[in-house]
């Protein structure tokens, strides 16, 4: 388990005197560590990024995103730490990815008892909102008003980072839960979870959504009624059948 509490930044319209003060107050804190995340502008130099990792120590790697291309632009013992991506992030939306998956005897024991996307992070916006995820957008407070520490004793904020992936119905069939790095919004259906929003790998037909043959759980006969997952099997078995032999 991590012992160290992770936050993340996503840098959006808003002014440098919000951003200093933003950093002002991560470097006050208790957060362990920080990555930035900063919509691409090619009008702002890649050296006021490599100026603000030397500055704020807390700040571990930025992250530009919307970039016209994937770049690194620096990296610390082969670790980039200040790189580029085309992908473009947007708040309450969820990148689940084989290629964001860690694989790894920490990733495993940490997956095993806490739920690996949201366990000990945080994510604060450009006004110092804090929600327990990128993708999980339920505000639990603000850096500016409100104690971390205080925060972290919530059981609320808890709740979740406890939740594992053999919690949460579907994920708990997959393959991938134990290396899975999803952080996006769950909801409690008595004793187990489900996500609100359904993924995009189907572990029932082994197909990501946009891999040929991939359907997606209903049109697989896969549901949660009440708090019971229904898999009508002979369609499972018909659709297999079909994309594999
Ligand atoms: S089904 Fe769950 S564990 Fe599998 S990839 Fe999707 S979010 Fe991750």
């Known amino acids: 388990m991590r012992a160290h509490l992770g936050a993340f930044i996503v840098r959006g319209n808003y002014t440098e005197q919000t951003f200093l003060k933003l950093l002002d107050e991560i470097a006050k804190c208790s957060l362990y560590y920080v990555i930035l995340f900063i919509k691409y502008d090619k009008s702002i130099e ?19 995103y919307g970039a016209p291309s994937d770049k690194i632009f620096a990296t610390i013992d082969e670790k980039p730490v200040i790189l580029a991506i085309k992908d473009y992030l947007e708040f309450g939306k969820t990148y689940i990815d084989i290629n ?6 920490n990733s495993f024991y940490e997956s095993l008892n806490y739920n690996y996307g949201l366990n000990q992070k945080l994510f604060i916006d450009s006004l110092g909102d804090i929600f327990l995820s990128f993708g999980f957008p339920i505000k639990i407070g603000n850096l500016f008003n409100d104690k971390i520490e205080e925060i972290l004793s919530n059981e609320k904020v808890k709740e979740f980072w406890k939740v594992t992936k053999d919690d949460v119905f579907i994920c708990d069939n997959c393959e991938y839960r134990y290396m899975c790095f999803d952080e996006g919004e769950l909801v409690r259906i ?45 369609r499972l078995n018909h659709i297999n059948e079909e994309l594999y032999t």
Do not use: H, T
């Open 100 to 105: 964001y998956f860690r694989v790894g005897s």
């Open 190 to 234: 008595n004793a187990k979870y489900k996500k609100k929003v359904e993924c995009p790998y189907n572990p029932f037909i082994s197909k990501w959504d946009y891999q040929e043959g991939y359907m997606n759980l209903n049109e697989c006969g896969i549901y949660i009624q009440n708090d019971k997952l229904v898999i009508d099997e002979n």
């Open 46 to 64: 890649e050296k006021v990024f490599f100026q603000c990792l030397i500055e704020n120590p807390k700040i571990k790697s930025i992250i530009l």
